[in-house]
């Protein structure tokens, strides 16, 4: 294993160091806790997200005007504790209430709703959004449904918008089931991730192999097959996608995400290939997004996302201006 870093048990700390003093004019860490939080905090609904490390820059790069109030960093691949969750609400709370944006991950799930109950003994109103935009598999490891994995930036990106713009904690609540409710993610593998306290990758792909529909943590897919141009990955999870909607969506927009291992050269391949299957199909692309935004480490691969955005003014929200480290 090469990573560059000292101890692998001190990772999480050193990166959240780095990130504060790296940034200091857009976040800063709320003393002895692993959240991250915005400077400037307006009034308005607060907006937390978070879950373990190791996917970055989600979640701590989405915090700024514009995204995310606050962000609570667990250890790898491992969710933040209820009292840093409540710890993040307090910090986002400005006396409008705050809005969680949960992953569908059994120990998410559970943590979250913990320091809702945390945080409503302290008269803070909270309601929850829970991502679940990936399509590949159901009922996967640490899942009871359906996964939540790149999608979830949209979430923050649309929620965001709205939320500095005046929106309620109940019509952010209503607004983010029905975000998530058009948002669909499959993601592909060509090499696995390594936990640095553990050493070795999480599971093995010979060289010429692919895994469809592995998660961000490693967790299994649907199918493993030989390597195949970027025209047939393209293809593969394009049409799997497109066929889950109930009607095929006039206007989308595509988020490829990089999982932390796969060249932008590559992502850029990928996502032309994408465009042109949009194309054939008759969906017009009105928002397109490229990058490293919810990764898995050092994995090697990547996962498209489709948001329906047909009949809705949510391009406005996805193109807004933001301050943050990483959108």
Do not use: C
Request: glycine share 10%; aromatic share 4%.
């Amino acid at each position: 294993m090469k990573k560059i870093m000292n101890e692998p048990g001190m990772i999480v700390e050193e990166m959240l160091e780095g990130i504060v003093k790296s940034y200091p004019e857009l976040v800063h860490r709320v003393e002895d806790s692993r959240v991250i939080a915005k400077n400037q905090e307006q009034k308005q609904v607060g907006l937390i997200s978070g879950g373990g490390s190791g996917h970055e820059p989600a979640h701590a790069g989405f915090v700024g005007e514009g995204m995310l109030s606050a962000a609570i960093l667990g250890d790898v691949f491992t969710s933040p504790t209820p009292d840093q969750i409540h710890t993040a609400i307090k910090a986002a709370d400005q006396g409008e209430g705050v809005l969680m944006v949960v992953k569908n991950y059994t120990g998410d799930i559970l943590n979250f709703d913990m320091a809702k109950d945390l945080a409503e003994m302290d008269d803070i109103a909270v309601e929850q959004v829970v991502v679940d935009d990936d399509i590949a598999v159901e009922n996967s490891t640490y899942t009871a449904g359906k996964r939540g994995v790149a999608g979830t930036i949209l979430v923050h990106k649309i929620l965001g918008d709205a939320a500095r713009n005046g929106a309620s904690l109940s019509e952010l609540k209503e607004l983010g089931d029905q975000v998530v409710a058009t948002i669909k993610t499959i993601g592909v593998a060509l090499k696995a991730a390594t936990v640095p306290e553990v050493g070795k990758p999480g599971f093995e792909l010979a060289e010429d192999e692919i895994e469809y529909g592995v998660g961000i943590h490693g967790e299994p897919g649907y199918r493993r097959e030989k390597l195949q141009p970027s025209k047939e990955l393209a293809k593969e999870l394009v049409t799997k996608i497109l066929s889950d909607y109930t009607e095929k969506p006039k206007e989308v927009g595509v988020l490829v995400n990089g999982m932390g291992g796969t060249p932008l050269m590559e992502q850029f391949v990928f996502i032309n290939d994408v465009l042109g299957l949009l194309e054939e199909a008759e969906v017009s692309v009105t928002f397109k997004k490229v990058g490293d935004l919810m990764t898995s480490l050092d994995m090697q691969g990547l996962s498209l996302t489709l948001i329906d955005l047909t009949a809705t003014n949510w391009q406005t929200a996805l193109t807004s201006d933001v301050q943050t480290i990483s959108w």
